[in-house]
Nanobody, 115 residues
Framework: QVTVVESGGGSVSTGESMGLSCEFS????????MGWSRQAPGKQLEMVAS???????TYSDSLQDRFTIFRDDAKPQISLQMNNLRIDDTGVYYC?????????WGTGIQVTVSQ
């Protein structure tokens, strides 16, 4: 059984920063790629950022200049630093991790950006 727990989130104004964290736990010893996706109101799920076991990172083209993902396998956990937030960054952010045979997802955390 694997659990994925997101924290952080909330409401900020445009131009501000916010950090999200995600902790993983379970009996699995293999933690594959970890990442964040988001879903804005009325839109499809979008990949935000991911980090592989070797530390290689991937970002959505439109976000890589403002978002940074970090991975700590000692805990294990990941975090997402979001800078210069915009109104269209509003949405539910989901944390996920690739296991050997499936992907485990968190329940999501709300991020709201307003003027």
């Amino acid at each position: 059984q694997v659990t994925v727990v997101e924290s952080g989130g909330g409401s900020v104004s445009t131009g501000e920063s916010m950090g999200l964290s995600c902790e993983f736990s379970g009996s699995y010893v293999y933690w594959g790629a970890m990442g964040w996706s988001r879903q804005a109101p009325g839109k499809q799920l979008e990949m935000v950022a991911s980090v592989a076991r070797d530390g290689d990172t991937t970002y959505s083209d439109s976000l890589q200049d403002r978002f940074t993902i970090f991975r700590d396998d000692a805990k294990p956990q990941i975090s997402l630093q979001m800078n210069n937030l915009r109104i269209d960054d509003t949405g539910v952010y989901y944390c996920h991790v690739r296991l050997r045979d499936k992907t485990a997802w968190g329940t999501g955390i709300q991020v709201t950006v307003s003027q």
